[in-house]
């Protein structure tokens, strides 16, 4: 794992074009500033990490760049064009793509069918060939089936064995996945991954750590993580921002995060010293 | 109708109720007929192919013309068009959850297409008669179902932002407003109603086909049951399609479904265009078979009864919403008839103090409403996923007060949702039955 690591950090991309840009991106809740002022650029392929204290506004980023809020300020480039004030299913469109901090599968649906439901953007949705099964709509179908056990496959072939369980009976982990896989349904560029490994011990931390480095190689993906475990963010992004308050109090490559007196302060100071 | 833990006394009727129900399922599992017990015919797709061969068949069986099959038969129609209306609302309430206590509206718009369409006149505003062209009833049915569609979007867009309760209420007023609409606009005769002109006679190489022959209901009948079993395929499709996944998807999580790309108003407006385009179906083809409407015979009775069906069934499930659509109406307009008169005639001739004479006194037809409460009450208490239900309903509500594994009568059906389902559909409503002016007489007179 320290290999891959090490590959996956030496080119920090900070010389490819920027992928996501905000700008002065502040999000009110009544008389909250729940984001105050927040600038961000990722470049294509990047890894970026977004840390911070809880409350710091961190999964609020996430929420208003998949248009679940319109911004009270600011721009939000995704790829050149403006998608703050679109509606989620529109940014999906465009290559964004998330996962939530609490998982939000549909639990009584079958793995098959979550994974399913991620590509529905790319299936015609129109009544006249769901109702008469037009020869391209059930070849469109066949597709997204094939891909949806192709995405599971990433994930192993245990996952494949798993794709008629309902999501409400899969372990915690397994669910992780299946939101991963579901994500990945609309073919992004952009993948939005909150606190990936919230709740899993050791092992299942690091074998989340290796699959986020493997989204970003088979997938071609730039990847926005929120993370708390220090040391998985450390091994693994190219560059990291600091929120707290809302604000933007750092940012660059691990290394300068790990000597920055502010972020050991607001954030390292209040919890356990990165080792 | 919050779900309400059952106290001690109900406790009892419901354990009650419970050993009849696993009696009717252990008689269907002891049952032998040509080798198998009777519950291997009612399940799974089994049971789709013996309801439409059975549906089929009945026209068939010898008769003569004042028979009860040709009543039956006249039933079966409207059971037909409420096996539409039910599956429609089932498109609104059970695919995409959202509650619509209104659904009598499309019924109304479907109807007036089809009398509008083939009156051949129609009043303006100022009373004075003009002559409209009449259309074929065949190109009827989509015109009724795109109007009514178009209203289903038209009461869905503004309500999309509200949920629950509150779209409930809405929707309920809709419901209540159309006819009252319709009721108080001369263009179409206002409160007297209108009369639609019944399917013309086709000829065929096996002779004339008539649609309106008294003593012969079979032509309509199986017209009527087509329509039905096209809008079945149809929520068939709808349901395994990637609009049926979204539906699911945002029923379950709203959030979630908009982040996979799902488009939430037009995902949900969809559901509403097309139940009010089945409930428009179902408008045509009654007033096709029962031609003369008044506005305020559509109350919200029916909309209510539709739900029932929906929910006696299995909310979401098609075979149950079918079953559900059956019972009712087949209760509603062929077996209360039947239980009403002999019971009124045997008591009426019985000495005064005989027990129970005081049935002599009861309309049942006066009490349908009441039953029908009774037996939603029932449902949600035992039976919350329906007679039939929708798998994934079942999951849904599991410890929610579903009956324990093994005690419920009909747990052999839980296969459910095999294959086409059969069935049948229409109906008949007479409107004078909901306007109340029935019971009124009764209650003057007792
Ligand atoms: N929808 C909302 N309405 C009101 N307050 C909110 C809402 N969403 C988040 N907040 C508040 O914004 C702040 C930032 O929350 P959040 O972005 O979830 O923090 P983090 O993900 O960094 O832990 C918190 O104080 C939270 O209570
Ligand atoms: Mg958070």
Request: charged share 15%.
């Amino acid at each position: 794992m320290a290999q891959e690591q090490a590959t996956a950090n030496s080119p920090t991309h900070d010389q490819a074009p920027s992928l996501l840009q905000i700008n002065g991106l502040v999000q009110r809740f009544g008389g909250l500033t729940a984001v105050d002022g927040v600038d961000l650029d990722i470049r294509k392929g990047q890894i970026y990490s977004v840390i911070g204290p809880n409350g710091a506004g961190k999964t609020t980023v996430f929420n208003v760049i998949t248009g679940i809020y319109k911004p009270s300020a600011g721009q939000i480039l995704f790829d050149g064009t403006q998608v703050a004030g679109m509606k989620p299913d529109q940014i999906v469109r465009r290559g964004i793509t998330r996962t939530f901090q609490n998982i939000r599968l549909f639990n009584n649906m079958t793995v098959l069918e979550n994974v399913l439901v991620g590509q529905h953007t790319r299936l015609p949705g129109d009544v006249v060939s769901a109702l008469f099964r037009l020869p391209n709509y059930r070849r469109a179908e066949r597709r997204a089936e094939q891909r949806a056990i192709e995405l599971l496959g990433f994930f192993g072939q245990g996952m494949i064995e798993r794709k008629d369980e309902y999501a409400a009976n899969l372990s915690y982990a397994e669910r992780r996945r299946v939101e991963i896989a579901r994500a990945l349904g609309s073919s992004p560029k952009l993948m939005l991954l909150d606190e990936p490994t919230a709740g899993m011990n050791d092992a299942e931390t690091a074998d989340a750590v290796q699959y986020i480095q493997r989204l970003r190689r088979e997938f071609n993906l730039t990847i926005l993580l929120i993370e708390h475990k220090l040391q998985v963010t450390m091994g693994i992004s190219d560059r990291i921002a600091v929120l707290d308050y809302g604000k933007k109090i750092a940012e660059g490559v691990p290394a300068e995060i790990q000597r920055n007196e502010r972020v050991i302060e607001a954030y390292l100071g209040r919890k356990a010293a990165v080792e | 109708m919050a779900t309400q833990t059952p106290s001690k006394a109900a406790s009892s009727w419901t354990a009650g109720i419970r050993r009849g129900t696993d009696g009717i399922r252990r008689w269907l599992n002891e049952t032998m007929l040509a080798g198998r017990p009777l519950i291997w015919y009612v399940t799974g797709w089994r049971f789709a192919v013996i309801a439409l061969v059975v549906a089929i068949l009945l026209p068939l069986v010898p008769t003569s013309a004042y028979s009860d099959i040709q009543s039956l038969l006249v039933a079966m129609i409207s059971v037909f068009v409420y096996i539409m209306l039910a599956l429609g609302l089932n498109i609104v309430v059970g695919y995409a959850g959202l509650l619509d206590l209104g659904y009598v509206a499309f019924f109304v718009i479907g109807s007036y297409t089809m009398a509008a369409g083939t009156y051949g006149s129609i009043n303006d505003f100022a009373g004075k008669l003009h002559d409209l062209p009449t259309l074929p009833f065949i190109l009827l049915i989509p015109i009724g179902a795109f109007i009514a569609g178009i209203f289903g979007i038209l009461l869905g867009a503004p309500t999309l932002r509200l949920r629950g309760d509150y779209l409930a209420i809405v929707t309920l007023g809709f419901g209540e407003i159309v006819p009252v609409v319709f009721a108080n606009i001369p263009i179409f005769f206002g409160q007297t109603g209108i009369s639609a002109t019944q399917p013309a006679p086709i000829t065929t190489p096996v002779g004339i086909i008539s649609f309106t022959d008294p003593f012969n209901h079979a032509p309509f009948y199986y017209l009527a049951l087509a329509v039905a079993v096209l809008v079945t395929l149809g929520c068939y499709a709808l349901r395994s399609s990637s609009i049926g996944r979204a539906w699911v998807a945002i029923r379950e999580d709203e959030t979630a479904a908009e982040a996979s790309g799902v488009n939430l108003t037009r995902t949900k407006l969809l559901a509403f265009a097309l139940g009010a385009f089945v409930g428009g179906i179902g408008g045509v083809i009654n007033t096709a078979a029962f031609p003369s409407i008044t506005p305020l015979g559509f109350s919200f009775a029916i909309s209510i009864t539709v739900l029932i069906m929906v929910v006696l069934g299995g909310i979401g499930s098609i075979p149950g919403v079918i079953i559900g659509a059956l019972v009712l109406r087949l209760f509603d307009v062929f077996l209360l008839q039947r239980i009403n008169d002999p019971v009124h005639q045997s008591f009426l001739v019985a000495p005064v103090n005989a027990p129970l004479h005081v049935l002599a006194n009861v309309d049942f037809n006066t009490l349908k409403l009441l039953i029908y409460g009774i037996v939603l009450v029932a449902m949600i208490l035992l039976r919350p996923q329906g007679l039939i239900p929708d798998a994934r309903r079942r999951r849904e509500l599991k410890g929610v007060g579903a009956a324990p594994e093994g005690v419920s009568a009909v747990g052999a059906f839980e296969q459910e949702e095999a294959g086409m389902s059969a069935a049948t559909t229409a109906d008949v409503l007479d409107p004078s039955e909901y306007t109340g002016a029935g019971s009124d007489a009764q209650g003057r007179e007792g």
